[in-house]
C-alpha cells in the first residue's frame, strides 16, 4: 500500500497518472497537482475517481512541502516543467520523501541542460534517507537502462553508443511539438554536442546529420543533438570511447522552426509588450497545438534505441536495442499520442521499482546505476515491448 | 503661412516631417503627434526644432479634437494606423480642419479594405466646408494619379489597367515587413480581387501570379492581390474594362509568412495568455524588425507604376507609367528605405497642393478625382520622378 503524488498533469503526466491507476496494488493512492486546477480536475475525472486532484504552484518549495504533508505521499513523481525540479527536490529532502523526474533541471533564463544542479543534492538526499531517481522517461531512462543491460548482458566492452530516436508519425497540423513546445525548441534550438575519446565536442545547432536504419521504420535522416543522458553515460560508463544522440526531423518541421528562429519567436529573452515583458517562446507556446490535441490524428510510429558497438567474446559486435511505439495503439488505450506514452510510462514503470523495494539507493540516482533487468521486464509488460537485433 | 498636424510619426510620418521641414514656406507651422510621446520626440529632435512633438491617442475623437484646437492646423495628415481614420476624420469634421490620409479605413477586428466608411462622411465634410483627400502615398495615391494622367494625356480609351508593384531591394534580416507588419500582414494574408467586366473576382490568397518585366529591374514574378486604389479607380473610371494590382514576393518572404499563418501567428483573433488578451498578430509586430530599421542595409530598388492599355487616335496603345526609388538614396537623404520614401514624399507633395490651393474640392476625395497635373510635377521635384514608357 503506497501513496504517490505526481506533480504536473500535462500529456505526459497524464499518461503516468491513468498507467499507475491500472495498477492499485501498487500504487494504492495516488494524489495528482498542477497549476491549473481545471487541467487536474479534468484528468481526475477521467481517470474516474481513482486519483485525487490538487492544486500547486511547483515554484515554491513550501506549496510543494505542505502538499507533501497534507497527502503524506512516500513518492513524488515530478512531471511539471525542468525549472521546477530543484525546487520540488528541495522539497523532498525537507519531508523525507523520495523523488521520480523524467527530465533534468534546466534554468529558466537560459537553455543548458546540465545535471549538476540535481547531483549537487545527493548528499542531501543521503541524509534524509532517500532516492531522487533522475531521468525516468524514455530518454533519458529506457535507453540507459538499455546501455545497462548491453553492458551487464551484451557486450565484455562497450565502444560506442548512438542513441538514435525517431517519431515517424504524422499529424494534421502543419507543424506542432510533441512535447511542451517551449522545452522541445529550446533543446532543438541550442548547440549540438557529443563525447568522444575523452573530450566533449560541440556543434552548430542541426548542423550534423546522417540517415540511420531505423528497425521497422526504414531510412531516416536524423539530426546530432545534444541529450542530456549523455552526461550521466559518460559518468557512468567512463570505458565509452563515444556517445552521441541523433534525433529525425522532416524538412518541414525544419523550416517551420528555422522560420520562427528567424524571426525570433524562439526566443527566450523577454521582450516589452504593451508595458509587460513577455518572452516569445511562452506565447509561441500558447499559439501551438497543446502536444496533448494531437493523437486523436497522430498516424505511425517512434522507434527510440541505442546502436551500440564493442566486443564480447574477442570478436566485434554491433547490436541494437529499440522499442517501437504506435501512435494509434497509444490513442486507444489513453488518449495519449506516442512521445507522451514512451515517456510517462518509463516514469509509472520506475516508480514501481522505487515502491516495491526493487530500486532502493540513497541520493541522487540515475538508471544506468540500477539493475535493469526488473524495469526492462515490467516496461514490455506495460506497454513498451522492446527488441535487440544483432547487427554484427 | 500654415499650420499642419500630423499625426503619427512611423517610418513614413517620419518622411512626411523631414520633407515638410524642407519647405518652410509652404509648412510654416509643423505640429507632429504619437501615441509613444518618445518616439515622437526623436523625430523633433532629429528636425531640429523645426516641429513641435505632441502626444496624442487616435484612438479617440476628443483627444485629436483637442490637439487640433490647441495647435490651431488647418490640416491633418493621417500617418497613423488605417483603425484610426474615422476618429480622425471625425475630430476634422468637429474643428472644420481638412484632412489627408495615404492607407483607407479598416476595422481592427476584420482585415477589411473599404472606402466604403470613409466615403460615408462626405456629406459631413461638405457641411464642414473641408476636404479629406483619401489615399495620398504612392499605391493608393500616385498610382492614381498615374490614371488620372494617362485618361487626360494619353489615351482616348482605358481598356485595362494593372497596378505593379516591386520592392527589389534586399536587407540584413531573414524576414521583415516594408511598413507596419500588422497592416502588411493583414493585406497580404487576405483573399485576392480584381475587377473584369463589371464585376469583382475573388481570388485564394497570393494563388494567382505572373512573370512582370519591370522597367529598369526586369522580369519578377508577382502575385495578385487586392488593393484599395481598385475599389475608387473602378468608381472613379467606370469605362475601365479591367483593372488588377500585382506585388513582387520572394520565394524566402512567402516560406517565412506561411510559417507564420501555419503557427497561427498572424491570427488577428486574441489568445488568452496569462490572463490577458493579446492578438497574435500585434505580439508578432513586436518581434518582427521595425521597418524603419530596415534602411541601414537596404540595397537595390522599388519600382511601382501602371502597365496601361487602351486606344488613342484610333490605335491600340500600351504604356507603363513608373517610378523607381533606390532605397541607399532614400536613406542617405533622410534614414528612411524606399518603401516609407515613396509613401511619405506623395503625401507632402499632396498636402502642398491642399494648402497652397491647387487641390481644393470639398467632401471626401479621392487623388483620380483632381488635376493630377500640379501633384506629379511636384512629385518629380522633390525626390520622385516618374516616367512613360510606351509599349505599343
Redesign the interface.
Known sequence: MSTVLLIGTGAAGAVVTQKMAQLPNIFSRIHIANRSWEKCQRLAEQCKGAVTPHQVNADYDHEVVSLIEKTQAELVINMALPYQDLSIMRACIQTQTHYLDTANYEPKEEAKFSYSWQWDLDQAFKSAHCMALLGCGFDPGVTNAFCAYAKQHLFDEIETIDIVDCNDGAHEH??ATNFNPEIDIREITQRGRYYANGKWIETEPLSESKEIDFPQIGSRKAYLMYHEELESLVKHLPEIKRIRFWMTFSETYL??LK??Q????T?IEP????G?E?V?LQ??K???PSPASLGQSYQGKTCIGCIIKGRQNGRDKQIVIYNICDHQNAFQELNAQAVSYTTGVPAMVGAKQVLTGAWMQHGTVNIEQLDPMPFLKDLANHGLPWHVEDQS
Do not use: A, R, T
Not at 521582450?271 to 504593451?274: A, E, F, H, K, L
Open positions: 502543419p507543424f523550416n517551420h522560420v520562427l528567424n524571426v525570433n519567436m526566443s521582450i516589452m509588450y504593451d509587460k513577455i516569445p506565447f509561441l500558447e499559439v501551438l
